[in-house]
């Protein structure tokens, strides 16, 4: 049965496969800085929904940024010191950074570490693996990052290196992205995604009704630190710079925890939305006030801050009045609509 | 050789090594009185203000800006900064919290975290993100080879004083008792006749005031710049949870440990290391003791 | 005064803020791009002055009628002192603003990654200010040219440095003096300590300790204290500006005492800054950085370069207010001014433009002797092929003194213009 | 003193009491009693401003119960006595007193009052500085109920204060009920234990699943079949 | 044999023993009452059958296995399923999620998804609920989350069913429902069944046997009638008569 659903997503489909060509006729000349920016957009979008498959169900993570980092470094540093190319360096790093998910969750699970423990465990976490990255100085360089080894003149299909060649890197990142969104459809309709729902509200009920909630737990953290370990690797191999702060770190946690809070957590694009959101957000308000000559010298050096600062307000505004973000505050809305 | 840091790997039993230990006393001192801001916040209202070092960042300026901006003596300035911080805290809880009571906890502590970026980019946009200081010089005292700051045993007395007054005040009056009293039993608290909101914004205001004093304290040895409140915000949380959420005591002790965890790791292998250790060695604790050190199982 | 000379100057006062460009006079135009920070540690580092002196050079250059019948419309972007906000704003300026040659860059960090990716885009990248060797060496970049020092040659000459002074003012031969290498963990940082642990080994100087440290760090005391226990003779320090503040802090409330310390740039080169803080603590300090090229005699230059570095210092003077014109305000005009002058005047006439390849080939030709430049060395650049390619190989270092406020240069001995005061004079904050 | 009309209350959607009409005057010991989950604590709770109600009237000595902020609910004269007692634990006995004494009214008479209840109640002086959470079952109760009469309350509410006590404290506890009636409080009991709750009050009111069932002094509840037919289903 | 024998089980929380050495069987078939007032350890012993809690000593044997200390999923797995005195509902699922997720995960075999929906039809249907896709557990009143507690045990596929307090908060007409409903599964579905409640009066007309739990002690196992003139549960229920 071909639904409403389905054409959007096909005409959705059309757009995103034609997109840098539309992009150029847009922008003809500027096709790469906007492709740079829609390319950035989707790999964050991509980690997004990795932790929003986490943070639907009360596992309020603020661990995914050691995620991103674990595999961006890992990538980095096996290609770098090792000569092992990202095709099995991201693997590796996948699975590097499962097995630390899988450590931190496994006796969080067990004993029941929910909520603001949950949350401060996994903060301590992101802060312990930004530091070792940060100590292992000699290796990561240290706190002002590294970037992994150029091969030939920059475009390989061996390193994976793509980033010269912009059309093609959007094609692989939005390959990417399109992999997590099937990813966060499939969980949704699994049963699996009903026993985390679940055991989100009532973990006891759950276990009554035979669910192994650790098991469950379990692997939905290792499905999505993986998937943000990947991100993370992408974001590396694109962007060819690394930094405890731009991939690593509280700093990544919180924006990843916002953004997805800010789209809407419990929509398929929620995660994208809020993607959307802060990245188009930071960039125009950079670029729009440091442009405008008006701008800048009544706001001066604010101009720096000012993107975070409407973040910060609009997310409390948001976590207040619109605690299920801006797509499901719209999808509810639109199925009320529809249902009266 | 597998780590580099092992390069640097210098930890002999020497009169450093002592001083490294003492360092350690005096900073505990000043994280003591950090986690226990956060700690009665968190005892009394069960929110956790991920904010809370942003607070202690918003007095650090402050505390600029009265001084090198208003030219006001420092003493002044300490005053009026503890008053404000304290007035952020009342305000922060009135204007933030209140309204996500009733919310999952998870979204009390997220909200604040917005309210994080918020102060972290209104101080860039006031202040620039440039390091700060008030160029306060207050030297240091020897014993032999070992030095200690002034500003630290400074730090370390006015802390220790300060806990001793907030106990004071938490045994010795009604809404001191009050406080102690609400996270033992929330809901009986109206059958004592004691208006929760009005607890709740005490607290907020002791908690914001005790930010405001560690910003004193703060300024004396750091320099002030709109990210400081990360480097201390983490380690907070972590010293309150060790302790046991609520358990000023365990908060006490915890920051004790930590503190040594810091400094001896970071003069033995590198200041990271020190951290990392640190955040690890509280990891493993939660495992084991999910309710922290000394909290009480529920 | 002439009609678009005025329009220019106009053009110059909006460029510092604005990416727009000028539509009114239907004249030819070369867009560059210019990437500094303006904000952040960096900013206080040495960032800013680089800049102003970067954009002395476009409003002189400018002010004589541009290049070739060109005006030269500079876009200024802020990197903020981060180095993702760099990238991205490289993007923007390559890929919105369409600038034709993108420039400046202060923090090596920055360097670094946006070298490689405006190579592989095949854009024309000239860095003024970053030193790290990290930046070229193995890379085999195509189109990006520094005719600044690089960060060996930083390491090298504090090293160098203590040899030659060791038996005469330690009265110790070489291989008794230890030293400390203290270094911020970015490329900048670790490109130095590499260069003084490599240089100071060779040399027989015994390493008391090396250990790098995050810039941002808020407590380096367990550093200071492990300094202490070493008991270096001379300290080897690179950082930018909130970390050298912390350490001095640090290191003199611990009462960390040494003969000398040698500071490489970055934050050392800012001394206006390090006097306001600490006073006559600073006193005596040494800073490894490319001359400021007003220290030098111009009579020593190739003729008429003194009367641009008059020029330069007369407009950084009047912009800043300051007394003293920091060494990274000649950095960035001088390669601005190199670049101006010499390489793209060539481009445009010889290879027929601007773009990269002509850019490239004119840069590859580049052939100016020593003495002429205002900060003394010369330019020519290592050919393809090299593992240094793109980077000048005539530029040098000097090792300078700050003697009661004033600069002067200690090394090499050929450019001295002071005895060298070591070890610190009793009664220094930090003498032994 | 205390008038309650057609009063309904609940948790979401779950009704828990059903057009509760009852009221205690000024000197009485009123009994409510009634199985498990016949919505007795409910009661105590409504009153006391803990749990609001849905709907009906509710006045104490003419002020309008439902109107009164749960915390100004104490300051009209009502104390209550919580079911299990829920003294704070790691609070010594004498802190939970102070606390008792909260209100205004109350901590302008703070010493006169705790000489007051000391000498009520000998043993709460011994252990004045011990952890309330520390003390026997028994004591807790004699803690709570001292705690309650700090604030110089006019009516006590107390719910199943033998709830979970040995049957030799339950005795004790009853005797400490007759005691604070001796001092001339009015008071509202709820119990489980019928008969002995009968022997104290005056007045009693029988719950069943929410609703009254049946009222009257406490000898004829005793002798009713009812409360039989309520409690063990013949 | 007994499908279910409890033997010895003490739990203590802290220093507080809530259930001290009480021990009975449940035969295959019956409907067991296990009652008592507020705080006499009936729920402490439910608890710790249905894997909540871990018993400090004693065993627990069903169908001569041991399940004492054994994890709530697990018992479930054995084919012990339970109701929760107040019920708890999965909010964000809708009625038939609620069940198709207990005979997904409830069940030992693997169910296909297509089976699972229709064990929960069958299970909603059985308990007098809607069993449309659309229903969700939003305005439900107490009778209607009890019987889908309810549909959500009987879903696991279960041969023993623990309920707990079912009929707290409800009207005399919905209780006589309720029974009649327990009595219902027994007969159709031959569930053996454990009923916790401390409302005797229903229980009564539907139940085996009852045992009586008084703090934290065993102190009647026998017929319901005998129950209701035993002295010790009489003095247990309406207090020591006489003294």
Redesign the interface.
């Known amino acids: 049965m071909i639904t409403q659903k389905h054409i959007a997503g096909a005409i959705g489909l059309v757009v995103l496969l034609l997109l840098p060509v539309l992009i150029k006729l847009i922008f003809p000349g500027t096709d790469r800085y906007y492709l740079h920016l829609v390319i950035q957009i989707l790999i964050w979008a991509f980690i997004y929904t990795g932790w929003s498959l986490m943070g639907r169900f009360g596992l309020t993570s603020l661990g995914h940024g050691a995620f991103t980092g674990i595999g961006a470094y890992v990538t980095v540093l096996l290609w770098n010191f090792a000569g092992i190319t990202p095709w099995i360096g991201i693997p590796v790093a996948m699975v590097v950074a499962t097995i630390a998910g899988v450590l931190v969750g496994y006796p969080c699970f067990r004993l029941r570490i929910t909520g603001h423990y949950f949350a401060l465990l996994t903060l301590a976490f992101t802060e312990f693996v930004r530091l070792c990255i940060v100590g292992l100085r000699d290796w990561t360089g240290g706190s002002l990052g590294t970037q992994p080894a150029r091969y030939g003149d920059g475009l390989s299909l061996y390193a994976f290196q793509f980033e010269p060649n912009r059309v093609l890197a959007y094609y692989i990142v939005l390959a990417v992205w399109l992999i997590g969104l099937a990813i966060w459809i499939k969980v949704d309709r699994s049963m699996d995604r009903y026993a985390l729902d679940a055991a989100s509200q009532d973990e006891d009920a759950a276990a009554s009704v035979g669910i192994n909630v650790t098991r469950e737990k379990l692997k939905i953290t290792a499905l999505s630190s993986a998937m943000c370990a990947f991100g993370g690797a992408i974001y590396g191999q694109y962007q060819m710079y690394i930094g405890p702060d731009t991939i690593a770190g509280l700093g990544v946690s919180l924006n990843i925890v916002f953004a997805v809070i800010a789209g809407g957590i419990w929509s398929l694009f929620g995660p994208t939305f809020g993607a959307v959101f802060t990245q188009v957000l930071a960039e125009t308000l950079r670029v729009g006030l440091r442009g405008s000559e008006t701008l800048s010298k009544i706001l001066g050096q604010s101009a720096l801050a000012l993107d975070t600062f409407i973040y910060g307000l609009l997310l409390v505004l948001f976590i207040i009045y619109m605690p299920k973000g801006v797509v499901g505050t719209l999808a509810e809305r639109w199925k009320r609509k529809a249902g009266s | 050789m597998m780590f580099g840091f092992f390069s640097s790997l210098d930890c002999s039993l020497d009169i450093f090594f002592v001083e490294a230990l003492i360092n350690g006393v005096l900073l505990a001192g000043l994280l003591a009185l950090l986690a226990l801001g956060l700690n009665l916040i968190f005892g009394v209202i069960d929110v956790v203000w991920i904010c809370y070092a942003e607070l202690v960042m918003i007095g650090m300026y402050a505390i600029f800006y009265f001084v090198q901006v208003l030219g006001l003596p420092l003493p002044l300035a300490f005053l009026l900064a503890i008053g404000l911080v304290a007035c952020s805290g009342a305000l922060l809880h009135y204007l933030v919290i209140r309204p996500v009571l009733d919310q999952p906890p998870i979204n009390q502590l997220l909200v604040t975290g917005g309210v994080l970026f918020l102060l972290q980019a209104a101080a860039t946009m006031a202040f620039g993100i440039e390091f700060r200081n008030l160029g306060i010089r207050l030297g240091s005292v020897n014993f032999g080879d070992m030095s200690f700051a002034w500003s630290r045993i400074i730090t370390f007395a006015v802390a220790l004083g300060a806990m001793i007054v907030l106990w004071q005040f938490l045994t010795r009056t009604y809404i001191g008792t009050a406080i102690r009293a609400i996270s033992q039993d929330r809901q009986i608290m109206p059958l004592m006749g004691v208006d929760q909101k009005k607890v709740y914004l005490a607290t907020s205001a002791i908690g914001g005031g005790l930010a405001g004093l560690a910003a004193c304290l703060m300024v004396l040895q750091y320099d002030i710049y709109p990210q400081i409140g990360l480097q201390f915000g983490p380690l907070t949380f972590m010293i309150c949870v060790l302790g046991g959420l609520g358990n000023m005591v365990g908060g006490f002790v915890a920051a004790f440990i930590i503190a040594q965890f810091i400094t001896i790791g970071g003069s033995c292998v590198a200041t990271e290391w020190g951290y990392a250790v640190a955040f690890l060695f509280f990891m493993l604790v939660i495992f084991v003791r999910p309710q922290g050190l000394f909290g009480a199982k529920s | 005064m002439n009609l678009w000379r005025s329009a220019a100057c106009a053009a110059a006062a909006i460029g510092l803020i604005s990416s727009a460009s000028l539509p009114a006079a239907a004249q030819k135009e070369i867009k560059l791009g210019i990437i500094y920070d303006y904000t952040g540690p960096f900013a206080g580092g040495g960032s800013l002055p680089a800049a102003i002196a970067t954009k002395i050079a476009v409003d002189m250059i400018n002010e004589r009628g541009g290049v070739e019948g060109h005006k030269i419309v500079a876009t200024y972007a802020d990197a903020q002192s981060k180095s993702d906000v760099a990238i991205n704003e490289a993007e923007r300026l390559l890929n919105e603003v369409k600038v034709d040659v993108l420039m400046g860059v202060f923090s090596s960090a920055h360097c670094v990654p946006m070298a490689a990716k405006v190579d592989a885009a095949k854009r024309f990248m000239w860095a003024n200010v970053c030193v790290a060797s990290a930046v070229f060496k193995g890379k085999n970049l195509q189109y990006v040219f520094r005719p600044q020092v690089h960060s060996d040659q930083f390491g090298e000459a504090s090293c160098n440095f203590i040899a030659e002074n060791a038996k005469t003012k330690l009265k110790k031969d070489p291989k008794d003096v230890s030293v400390a290498i203290l270094y911020e963990d970015g490329p900048y940082g670790t490109g130095v300590a590499a260069g003084n642990e490599a240089k100071c080994k060779e040399l027989g100087i015994k390493i008391a300790h090396k250990e790098g440290y995050a810039a941002t760090s808020t407590d380096l005391s367990a550093l200071v204290t492990k300094l202490r226990r070493a008991r270096p003779d001379i300290i080897l320090h690179t950082g930018y500006n909130p970390d050298i503040t912390l350490f001095l802090r640090q290191a003199k409330e611990a009462g960390l005492k040494f003969d000398a310390l040698i500071g490489h740039g970055a934050g050392y080169g800012q001394i206006d800054k390090l006097i306001e803080t600490f006073k006559g603590d600073v006193n005596f300090f040494y800073n490894v950085d490319p001359v400021a090229a007003q220290l030098l005699d111009p009579k020593t230059l190739a003729p008429g370069v003194g009367d641009v570095t008059a020029e330069m210092v007369k407009r950084y003077k009047a912009e800043t207010k300051v007394s003293e014109v920091p060494p990274h305000a000649s950095m960035g005009f001088n390669q601005q001014w190199i670049f101006l002058t010499d390489v793209l005047p060539r481009a445009i006439k010889k290879h027929g433009g601007f773009d990269p390849e002509a850019l490239r080939k004119a840069s590859l030709e580049t052939d100016i002797p020593n003495g002429g430049t205002i900060q003394g060395y010369g330019v020519k650049f290592f050919p393809p092929g090299h593992q240094m390619s793109g980077q000048n190989e005539r530029s040098s270092p000097v090792v300078m003194q700050y003697v009661d406020g004033v600069t002067k240069i200690a090394w090499p001995a050929n450019l001295r213009t002071i005895d060298p005061v070591l070890p610190f004079p009793a009664g220094h904050a930090y003498a032994r | 003193m205390l008038d309650l009309k057609n009063i309904d209350a609940g948790y979401g ?4 009491l059903f057009g509760i009409s009852m009221q205690v005057n000024a000197g009485e010991a009123v009994a409510v009693i009634g ?3 016949a919505g007795k604590t409910t009661l105590m709770r409504v009153i ?3 749990l609001p109600a849905s709907a009906g009237a509710m006045t104490m000595e003419g002020t309008d119960l439902r109107a009164t ?7 009209l004269g009502i ?2 006595v ?1 079911e299990s007692r ?1 003294l ?4 010594s006995v004498e ?2 007193l ?6 205004p009214s ?2 302008a008479h703070f010493s006169e009052r705790l000489d007051y209840v000391y000498g009520l109640f000998p043993r709460l002086k011994e252990r004045r500085s011990q952890f309330a959470g520390t003390m026997s079952g028994g004591e807790q109760q004699m803690c709570a109920i001292a ?1 309650a009469l700090m ?1 110089k309350p006019k009516l006590v509410l107390l719910d ?1 204060p033998s ?2 006590l ?2 030799v404290i339950v ?1 004790q506890v009853f005797e400490l009920v007759r005691r604070i009636r001796a001092e001339g409080y009015t008071v509202l009991i709820v ?7 009968l022997k104290v009050a005056d007045r009693a009111y029988l719950l069943e ?1 929410g609703r009254m069932v049946q009222s009257g002094s406490a000898a004829e509840l005793a002798a009713s079949d009812e ?8 | 044999m007994a499908m279910l024998r409890v033997d010895g089980l003490t739990k203590q929380f802290g220093g507080f023993t809530a259930v001290s050495n009480v021990s009975f069987e449940v035969a295959e078939g019956e409907i067991l009452g296990l009652i008592g007032p507020n705080g006499s350890g009936k729920s402490t012993t439910f608890n710790c059958v249905a894997g909540m809690y871990v018993p400090t000593a004693g065993s627990i044997a069903f169908e001569g296995g041991e399940i004492g200390g054994l994890a709530a999923n697990q018992v479930c797995h054995k084919g012990i399923a339970r109701t929760f005195q107040i019920p708890r509902p999965f909010r964000n699922l809708t009625l038939l999620e609620n069940v198709a997720l207990s005979a997904h995960f409830g069940a030992n075999a693997k169910l296909s998804r297509a089976q699972c929906w229709a064990k929960a039809e069958e299970s909603l249907a059985m308990v007098g609920l809607p069993t449309d896709a659309y229903t969700s557990t939003d305005g439900l009143g107490a009778a209607a989350l009890k019987k889908l507690e309810l549909a959500r045990a009987l879903a696991t596929g279960p041969r023993l069913l623990l309920a707990d307090e079912s009929l707290n908060g409800l009207d005399h007409s919905e209780m006589d429902q309720a029974a009649d409903m327990l009595e219902r599964i027994r007969k159709e579905k031959g569930i053996t069944i454990v009923w916790v409640e401390h409302i005797m009066g229903v229980l009564m007309r539907v139940v085996d046997r009852v045992v009586v739990l008084d703090h934290g002690e065993k102190i009647f196992d026998g017929k319901p009638a005998e129950a209701q003139t035993d002295k010790r549960v009489v003095e247990v229920y309406l207090g020591e008569t006489d003294h």
């Open positions: 959607a779950f009704q828990a199985a498990n989950g006391s401003g803990m902020a749960p915390h100004k609910v104490v300051e104390a209550h919580p829920r704070f634990p790691r609070l802190d939970n102070r606390l008792g004494a909260f209100i109350a901590r705690r604030s199943e709830m979970g040995a049957p005795q119990e489980q234990n019928v008969s002995q709750v699943v409360i039989r037919k309520a409690y063990m289903g013949i």
